[in-house]
C-alpha cells in the first residue's frame, strides 16, 4: 500500500515565479492536510481538504497561496510570486476519517528553495 | 488556542539505555488525541504512537511507550534498548476530537550514541 507521495521533492524558484507542490494521499484516504515546516521549528497547519472542497483554511497566508484538492487528480498547493520568506519544507497529510484523529500520515515533504 | 510545549531541544542517550522526552500542552477541551511523530534525517515524519484522551491505560508500541497524566497536562515518550536508528527530531502533537489541524510543538533533537 503506498504511502503519500509527494512531488517534487526539491524545488527552487526565483522571487517572483511561481510554485506548485503536488501530493497524493494514501488509498482509501479523502482527507488532505497540508502543514509548513520553517527551519528549526515544528509543523504549522495550513489547509485541510476534501475532494472539491476546502474545510478549513485558517493557517493559509491570505494573499499569494491556494490549495485545491480536484476529484481527479492530486491535490495541488500553489504559491504565486514567491519570496525568499516562502523557503521551507511543506507537508502533506492524508487521512481516513474527518479530522485525522486516527493519525494523520505524512508525505516526504517537499523542500522549497526561493533565490 | 491549544499549544504545545517541548521544553527539552536535544537530548542524548547511550545505545541500549531509556530516555524520556517531555511534553506539555494546554486546552480547554476534554476530548483530544495526542501523538507523537518522528522525524529522522530524511525528514519524512513517521507516526510513532497515539493516545486518546479518555483512556487512562499509557499507550505503548514496542519500546515506545507514553506516561499521559491528564490532569497536569503531560504526555512523555520513554523510548526502550535505544537504538542508533531513533536518532532523530522527535515532535508532540495535539488534536482535538472535533477539530482538523494537529498542533505540534517544537521539536526534540534526540541524538542515541554508541
Known amino acids: 500500500n503506498a504511502g503519500v507521495m509527494q512531488n517534487p521533492r526539491h524545488l527552487v524558484r526565483r522571487r517572483g515565479q511561481e510554485a506548485r507542490l503536488r501530493c497524493s494521499p494514501m488509498?482509501?484516504?479523502?482527507?488532505v492536510y497540508w502543514y509548513r515546516q520553517l527551519p528549526e521549528e515544528g509543523l504549522k497547519f495550513m489547509v485541510y481538504?476534501?475532494?472539491?472542497?476546502?474545510?478549513?483554511e485558517s493557517g493559509m497566508p491570505k494573499e499569494r497561496f491556494s490549495a485545491e484538492f480536484p476529484k481527479e487528480g492530486p491535490s495541488i498547493l500553489r504559491i504565486q510570486q514567491v519570496v525568499r520568506g516562502d523557503s521551507a519544507a511543506y507537508f502533506c497529510?492524508?487521512?481516513?476519517?474527518?479530522?485525522?484523529?486516527?493519525?494523520?500520515?505524512f508525505g516526504p515533504g517537499t523542500r522549497l528553495t526561493v533565490t | 488556542a491549544q499549544t504545545v510545549t517541548q521544553s527539552q531541544p536535544e537530548m542524548s542517550v547511550q545505545e541500549a539505555e531509556t530516555v524520556t522526552l517531555s511534553c506539555t500542552y494546554d486546552?480547554?477541551?476534554?476530548?483530544?488525541?495526542l501523538f507523537w511523530y518522528k522525524q529522522p534525517p530524511s525528514r519524512q515524519m513517521i507516526l510513532v504512537i497515539r493516545?486518546?484522551?479518555?483512556?487512562?491505560q499509557n499507550a505503548t508500541e514496542n519500546r515506545f511507550s507514553v506516561n499521559f497524566q491528564k490532569a497536569a497536562k503531560s504526555f512523555s515518550l520513554k523510548i526502550s534498548d535505544s537504538q542508533l536508528g531513533d536518532t532523530a527530531m522527535y515532535f508532540c502533537?495535539?488534536?482535538?476530537?472535533?477539530?482538523?489541524?494537529?498542533?505540534f510543538g517544537e521539536g526534540t533533537q534526540l541524538t542515541v550514541n554508541p
Open positions: 493516545q486518546e484522551a479518555y483512556k487512562q
Open positions: 486546552t480547554s477541551e476534554n476530548n483530544y488525541y
Open positions: 497529510a492524508s487521512s481516513p476519517l474527518t479530522s485525522g484523529i486516527e493519525g494523520q500520515y
Open positions: 502533537a495535539f488534536i482535538e476530537t472535533s477539530g482538523s489541524r494537529l498542533t
Open positions: 488509498k482509501g484516504h479523502s482527507h
Open positions: 481538504l476534501q475532494k472539491e472542497n476546502i474545510i478549513d
